[in-house]
């Protein structure tokens, strides 16, 4: 009985490490991924559209953007054929970068820490932050999932949603899409955003 007890004891203690060692590992990596962005942005030989393109590169590897496109159109992504998916997730990523891009324009030196980690499963993460100027701190929450399969061209953990002051991206493009769908196709969203970039 006691062996067991030790036994269970001891995967218990191991479990907790692998996951605190897998938290500690996403830490880091997120923090040098925003110092790698941070240079390009205070990079004053790059023109605002190599900057951009640099941005994005650097962060496509940890995004996955498929499924937040898939995820913002909810049950209406059925709807689409695999060349109109295909469309649908390009426009998502250049709505995207133009979001991001109006943001880095409006730069000035703000730096981002790492408040707290939470791991409320096995294959979720979410990395609390703070955005952190001279006049304020702007909470941001970085949320991450583990593909059952690691993509060759993406990271292991991947971001699918993020959360600025309690308010969801992926849930803001949801009701945005739900709302315009009620009395639009999904065709002519697709227009729509095609036009709007």
């Known amino acids: 009985m006691f062996k067991k007890l030790l036994l269970a004891c001891s995967l218990v203690f191991f479990t907790q490490n692998l996951v605190a060692n897998e938290q500690v590992a996403l830490k880091s990596h997120f923090l040098t991924l925003i110092d790698k962005v941070t240079k390009i942005v205070e990079d004053k030989s790059l023109d605002k559209h190599a900057r951009n393109s640099n941005i994005i590169s650097t962060l496509a590897p940890s995004f996955d953007f498929e499924l937040m496109a898939k995820l913002s159109l909810g ?11 295909k469309r649908f997730v390009e426009l998502y990523v250049k709505r995207m970068e133009n979001s991001y891009s109006s943001k880095v324009d409006a730069y000035s030196g703000e730096k981002v820490e790492v408040k707290d980690i939470k791991q409320p499963k096995k294959n979720r993460i979410a990395l609390i932050t703070d955005l952190v100027s001279k006049d304020e701190n702007l909470e941001m929450v970085y949320k991450f999932y583990k593909p059952k399969k690691k993509q060759d ?37 697709i227009a729509q955003l095609d036009k709007n970039i």
Do not use: C, M, P, R
């Open 75 to 85: 049950s209406s992504w059925k709807k689409l054929n695999s060349d109109d998916k």
């Open 153 to 189: 061209d993406k990271e292991e953990w991947l971001i699918y949603d993020v959360e600025i002051l309690g308010v969801s991206i992926l849930k803001t493009d949801k009701a945005q899409f739900k709302e315009y769908l009620k009395t639009h196709s999904i065709t002519a969203l």
